[in-house]
């Protein structure tokens, strides 16, 4: 395989016991949790200049901490995204500086593809022949468009309330779609079952925290934001929280440059949830280690409608060690607040990544941040994947 120097394997978060990446390729193979990428970060050099020094071009640009090599990655030149500067939310949140880190300008649109990038390298470094996963719409667009073009085929269960440009965009990458009636979590049981099947005991697992990698892509966006903030590192980076894939990324990635010494500390971790799911936003509040199941998740967003994480455990841990917090918003806010920024700052957020926004103002009147802070939005996906969903709710409020 090819990999970097630094990495030497994958480690359960469950256990604690060390796997080579040669052998095991999703869940531990002793107890079946999750599997975490692993470096030996003493044997790395790296300083503030020498990244620096180069093309702000792709992901990949940090290569030393991620397990494959930039010569062998599967990659559009996914990630290094702006991080665009939004006055009028500062003032309106009262605090000093918002900036949105505009994960919409990625190859899909969303920063899935950070994750599938490394996800589906693994998979070639494997020699996989098909990928498979169940996605909520995004991590399944990107899927099939990573798979595209590493010549693998790929399978994608989506269910039925994902949204068109996903379910268009799977069909011309050439991915072998499954539409499957009901909500994710329908839309799993039916990948399962597949994946069961012997005759697709070949298939190859992207789904979130099966495969170790997706997590590992993502945590990309923290270097790129503190890179761009000229190494300060931002009082609260708010993130509009699922399976928490994202979230655990930059968690990860904020405590391997602070231990590098590239920054002083980490930022204030925040998940924001719609109220229609809210499961960590519900374990936070009544000070639990894991989430209980969400039983009627119902709500617009979603990218962000997961009613079971099974990462919960690490995502509380995020907004606890970090000294975050959680916070859920209605539909109605979501949407609305997707609305003012499109219309005082021109950027446009998704439905999903909106709830982030309207966490923001949330936490904003509950006095969390102070008048200097500088708050992080992530906007995780472009606003036209849900323009009929945003041009709907402008247009049930009569304008
Ligand atoms: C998948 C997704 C999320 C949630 O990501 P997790 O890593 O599962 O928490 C948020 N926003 C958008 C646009 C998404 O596609
Ligand atoms: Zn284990």
Partial sequence: METTDAFVGLDCVSCGDRFDADVATHRCPECGGILDPAYDYDSL?????????????????????????????????????????CPDLADELGVGQVYLKDEGRNPTGTFKDRGQSVAVTAAVQHDASDVALASAGNA???????????????????????????????NVHGGDMTVVGGRISEAGAAYEDAMADEENAHWYSLQTFQTPYR????????????????????????????????????????????????????PGFY????????????AFDDGRDEHEPWEHPDTICGGIEIPNPGASPWILEALRESDGGAVATSDSDILDAAITVAQNEGLEMGATCAAAASGAW??????EFGEDDTIVLMNTGTGNKDDDVLRSHLMGKGI
């Fill in 362 to 367: 949330e936490l904003s009147q509950r006095g």
């Fill in 271 to 282: 998940a924001a949830q719609a109220e229609g799911c809210a499961p960590i936003v519900t």
């Fill in 140 to 170: 399944g667009q990107a899927a099939a468009a990573y798979a595209a073009r590493a010549d693998l085929d790929s399978h994608v269960f989506l269910p039925a309330r994902a949204g068109f440009t996903n379910k268009a965009m799977v």
């Fill in 45 to 85: 050099e790296l300083w503030r200049d020498e990244l620096e020094s180069r093309r702000f071009d792709s992901q990949w640009r940090y290569e030393e901490l991620l397990p494959f090599t930039r010569s062998a990655a599967v990659s559009m030149d996914e990630g290094a995204t702006p991080l665009v500067p």
């Fill in 215 to 266: 997590h590992e892509g993502k945590k990309t966006m923290y270097y790129e934001i503190v890179e761009q903030l000229d190494w300060e590192v931002p009082d609260a980076v708010v993130y509009p929280t699922g399976g928490g894939v994202g979230l655990i990324g930059m968690y990860k990635a904020a405590t391997e440059f602070r231990d590098l010494d590239l920054t002083d500390g980490i």
